[in-house]
């Protein structure tokens, strides 16, 4: 047992033990955040199911003065003697437990995450976060000894944490691969390795003289305003890792900038960052604090710009409407390169605030109740206002003012890390070497290269490599669906199994709606991309997801040109349709992908602004899911520019297996004179929606 513990010791790193529970924490939460957003989906209000935000709270657990409720309940049962015996029992012993325990319950939580549903996942992730929330305190107050080191091993962890997230989703088209299917053990593999790791910490030498010193509480604690507004800081760093960089397709779909770029410039700066840390040390050293209050300046300026200047404002006219998506210049891109240049300053940032809460040596009460507010309500309360402008119709009075504020998300951290550096003082800038061993230097640039190469293979690999015949082609088979959110008729993920369903369709061009969850709601899920690389097809997402629409997208086994969005009148949420150009042989189609909705007028005047966008044209695909039947006034002004495909091969209205699609709001109209071959909804449990597929002449 004695090896045992002497080899532990030996492999024991903080730095990887924090790498690995930065990024369990930042799955969790985001598997939290999903799986309550797809409940609320299915009611189209917020359920029960909402509860699982409490979980966030834990940090109360903290600020409780367990001591003193311990002395006040027992002191008529004990006498002085083993009150004292017994205070300093605990004093020596609890919070290393503690520690121990939470992070173990963290580790295992995570690990069952990904295996379970429903409520399963709604109770596991928010285990592993609550967990996190205790425990990451916790540790703040007991690192009383070489703040500076501590401070620099927990912002390399981040670092690599976020590298970590990057690579995993990168090698599966955006879901974290070390959370899919078999490639679980990738998990299970980190687990382990935490797990070690959190043994190592309890056998290391300077926490026990930590634990011993952690209880005594004296007047030199600083006030709770200056340890609340560093924690705040901390975790707006949370916010914005979380929010931006966890998933790098996130920054590709707000500004339809290039995927594999966008995803190697952010983890390259980051790697570069490390490197320039480990080897260059004394570039840091030269860090001024009006420098690092300017580099956090205008980083958090780029940052919200980057979302900003690819917003469009929308009017409350619908005379206005349709609304065109404008190509944007060149220069709507100075913010992007802006942002990821200067994005090494988080972990910067987060080396010099965890230094002063560590130097400071805040109690257990001063920390929990920070973390309450900071760590706690004000996580609650960014992600309502990330998620607001997504459905500001539903949620009336509060979420209408929220409409074209998605901006707001990013600039309320980025404003609010800028304040809490003013606290960092000068002699704060201190950075130092890491590691003095040369070797241990050299495995953190290995493990980098690695994540590196790993990520550019996975761009390159995922990306999807069109090339169909079209000779002899004699036919052409349409398909639109309504995937709600990647999600089933039980609110669980389901991407496979509706590509499943897609693949055995085999469509040549497919329509997309409600594809847009590449925001928290949906779990920072690129789920268009998914399916474009799984199914091998090229893709146009349609609107951008700043505009926060539902999405519309346009998959085709063949090119893709002249794509383009337009969005309608709107009084519940922003509707916006993609419309392209599909060339097969020498013959071009027109394809549009709608999803209108609202109140009936409402929907009537979105359908007849889509029209103008149709009317004149040939060869015209015009799909969705319209919310309207066949008995509707939005029906009969469509019907009267182009054909319903169903009843151009059903012209009675029932198939040869007597299906009746009178209640189907999924259509798909074509121009006069389209021949169409076959016409089928497949009615499953995979989507609240069926598919509807054709097949037509050409």
């Given at each position: 047992m004695s090896k045992l513990k002497d080899l532990v010791q030996k492999f024991?790193?903080?730095?990887?033990?924090f790498a690995i529970l930065f990024l369990f924490f930042f799955q969790t939460l985001s598997d939290l955040v999903e799986t309550i957003y797809g409940f609320a989906l299915l009611n189209l209000e917020p359920d029960e199911n909402i509860a699982g935000l409490a979980f966030l709270l834990t940090p109360l657990l903290i600020a409780i003065p367990w001591?003193?409720?311990?002395?006040?309940?027992?002191?008529?049962s004990m006498n002085t003697e083993q009150l004292k015996k017994y205070g300093s029992k605990t004093s020596e012993t609890t919070f290393d437990t503690i520690l121990i325990s939470l992070g173990g319950l963290m580790i295992l939580s995570r690990l069952l995450d990904p295996l379970l549903k429903r409520q399963g996942i709604l109770i596991t992730s928010g285990l592993a976060v609550g967990c996190f929330l205790v425990f990451f305190p916790i540790y703040l107050t007991r690192r009383k000894n070489d703040e500076k080191?501590?401070?620099?091993?927990l912002g390399y962890s981040l670092a690599i944490a976020v590298a970590f997230s990057i690579v995993f989703r990168t090698l599966n088209s955006s879901i974290d691969i070390s959370m899919y299917g078999w490639y679980q053990v990738i998990g299970w593999v980190l687990g382990l390795i935490a797990g070690v790791m959190l043994f190592g910490m309890k056998l290391h030498g300077d926490t026990q003289k930590a634990i011993k010193e952690e209880l005594v509480e004296t007047a030199k604690n600083a006030s709770f305003g200056k340890i609340l507004a560093l924690t705040f800081g901390l975790v707006s760093i949370f916010i914005i890792i979380w929010f931006t960089f966890l998933s790098p397709t996130v920054v590709s779909r707000w500004t339809d900038g290039n995927y594999i770029g966008i995803t190697l410039g952010i983890l390259g700066v980051l790697c570069v960052f490390v490197i320039i840390h480990l080897f260059k040390i004394d570039l840091l050293r030269k860090l001024k604090t009006w420098m690092l209050w300017v580099w956090n300046g205008v980083f958090s300026i780029s940052?919200?710009?980057?979302?900003?200047?690819h917003q469009l404002p929308f009017p409350n006219e619908s005379a206005l409407y349709p609304i065109l998506d404008p190509q944007?210049?060149?220069?709507?891109?100075?913010?992007?390169?802006?942002?990821?240049?200067?994005?090494?300053?988080?972990?910067?940032?987060?080396?010099?605030?965890?230094?002063?809460?560590?130097?400071?040596?805040?109690?257990?009460?001063?920390?929990?109740?920070?973390?309450?507010?900071?760590?706690?309500?004000?996580?609650?309360?960014?992600?309502?206002?990330?998620?607001?402008?997504?459905?500001w119709g539903y949620l009336e009075p509060i979420s209408t003012g929220f409409r074209d504020m998605y901006w707001l998300a990013f600039f309320i951290p980025g404003l609010i890390l800028t304040l809490s550096v003013l606290l960092v003082k000068q002699k704060s800038l201190n950075f130092e070497k890491l590691y003095k061993d040369k070797r241990r230097n050299l495995s953190v640039i290995l493990l980098l290269s690695t994540i590196f190469l790993g990520t550019l293979a996975g761009t390159l690999i995922t990306k999807p490599y069109p090339n169909y015949p079209t000779a002899g082609k004699t036919s052409l088979t349409i398909m639109t669906y309504n995937i709600q959110q990647g999600r089933n008729v039980s609110g669980d993920r389901n991407y496979d199994a509706q590509i499943e369903l897609i693949r055995q369709v085999d469509p040549d061009i497919l329509g997309l709606q409600e594809c847009d969850p590449t925001r928290i709601s949906g779990g920072n899920l690129d789920v268009v991309r998914y399916f474009a690389d799984k199914l091998n097809m090229y893709s146009y997402y349609g609107p951008n997801t700043v505009t926060n629409t539902y999405g519309c997208a346009i998959l085709s086994k063949f090119p893709i040109s002249n794509p383009l969005s337009f969005f309608m009148f709107s009084d519940e949420e922003q509707i916006g349709s993609a419309q392209a150009e599909v060339t097969l042989d020498s013959t071009v189609y027109n394809v549009f992908v709608n999803h209108p909705s609202?109140?009936?007028?409402?929907?009537?005047?979105?359908?007849?602004?889509?029209?103008?966008?149709?009317?004149?044209?040939?060869?015209?695909?015009?799909?969705?899911?319209?919310?309207?039947?066949?008995?509707?006034?939005?029906?009969?002004?469509?019907?009267?520019?182009?054909?319903?495909?169903?009843?151009?091969?059903?012209?009675?209205?029932?198939d040869d297996n007597l299906y009746n699609s009178t209640d189907n709001i999924d259509h798909i109209f074509v121009s006069p004179g389209t021949v169409v071959l076959d016409a089928r909804y497949i009615i499953s449990d995979q989507s609240d929606h069926p598919a509807y597929w054709i097949s037509i002449s050409i």
């Open positions: 024991y790193s903080e730095l990887i033990l001591k003193r409720i311990f002395f006040f309940v027992f002191k008529r080191k501590t401070s620099m091993t940052l919200f710009l980057t979302v900003l200047v944007p210049a060149w220069f709507y891109q100075i913010p992007l390169v802006i942002m990821i240049l200067l994005s090494p300053i988080i972990y910067v940032d987060f080396m010099l605030l965890t230094r002063e809460i560590v130097k400071i040596k805040p109690s257990k009460i001063t920390i929990g109740g920070s973390f309450i507010i900071s760590g706690s309500l004000y996580i609650i309360v960014m992600i309502f206002v990330q998620i607001l402008p997504n459905i609202g109140a009936n007028y409402t929907k009537f005047l979105q359908v007849e602004e889509m029209l103008t966008r149709v009317n004149g044209l040939n060869n015209v695909i015009f799909m969705g899911d319209f919310n309207f039947r066949k008995d509707s006034a939005q029906y009969s002004i469509t019907t009267d520019l182009l054909n319903d495909s169903w009843l151009l091969k059903w012209p009675t209205g029932l």
